[in-house]
C-alpha cells in the first residue's frame, strides 16, 4: 500500500472522512479500438466521462506505438481512476488527483521491456490528453506487465 493511500485509509478511519473516487476501466480490442468494462458511456457521469477520455487516448496512443514497435500484446486493459474534492458527487466536485494503470499481458518475456518503455512514451511525452489533465490534477501512473511466456520457453 503506497503512503498515501494508508494516509487516507487511517485519515478516514479515524476522522469518518469519505473520500469521492470516480473510475473507468477500458479493455483493448484490436487495432486501436477499446471497449468500457463494466459500463455503458451513456450512464457515466460528466467526470466519469472525462477519465474515460483520458483512458481512451493514452489507450489509443500506447496502440498506436505498439503497432509502430510491431509488438502484439494479448491484452491491454486501462485503469483510471480520480479523487474527487467533495465527499459526494456534485457540480462542484472538481479533481484533486488522478492515477492511471496499465495492465499488459505479452506473450514474450523479452517483449515487457519494449511495452514498458512504449508506455512510459505514451504517458510522458505522446497522449495530449495526459499532459492536459496534469494541469487539472497531479496525474500518476504504473505500469504492470505480465508474461504468458516461462522463463524456461525463452527462444
Known amino acids: 500500500m503506497r503512503f498515501r493511500e494508508r494516509f487516507l485509509s487511517d485519515s478516514v478511519e479515524e476522522y469518518n472522512l469519505t473520500i469521492m473516487m470516480e473510475k473507468v476501466t477500458i479493455a483493448w480490442t484490436h487495432g486501436t479500438d477499446f471497449e468500457l468494462r463494466d459500463q455503458t458511456c451513456d450512464r457515466l457521469n460528466p467526470k ?3 477519465l474515460y477520455a483520458l483512458a481512451r487516448c493514452a ?14 500484446p494479448e491484452s ?3 485503469i483510471c481512476r480520480g479523487e474527487l474534492s467533495t465527499p459526494t458527487l ?24 519494449r511495452v ?7 504517458h510522458e511525452k505522446y497522449c495530449g490528453l495526459v499532459k492536459m489533465m496534469r494541469k487539472v490534477a497531479p496525474l500518476s501512473h504504473e505500469i ?11 527462444a
Open 48 to 50: 466519469a466521462l472525462l
Open 90 to 113: 456534485m457540480a462542484e466536485s472538481v479533481f484533486v488527483s488522478l492515477d492511471m494503470n496499465y495492465n499488459v499481458k505479452c506473450r514474450r518475456l523479452k517483449d515487457q521491456v
Open 116 to 122: 514498458s518503455h512504449a508506455l512510459d512514451l505514451t
Open 76 to 78: 491491454f486493459e486501462i
Open 59 to 72: 489507450g489509443m496512443t500506447a496502440a498506436a506505438i505498439f503497432q509502430k514497435m510491431e509488438i502484439e
Open 144 to 154: 504492470y506487465i505480465h508474461s504468458s511466456e516461462t522463463v524456461g520457453q525463452q
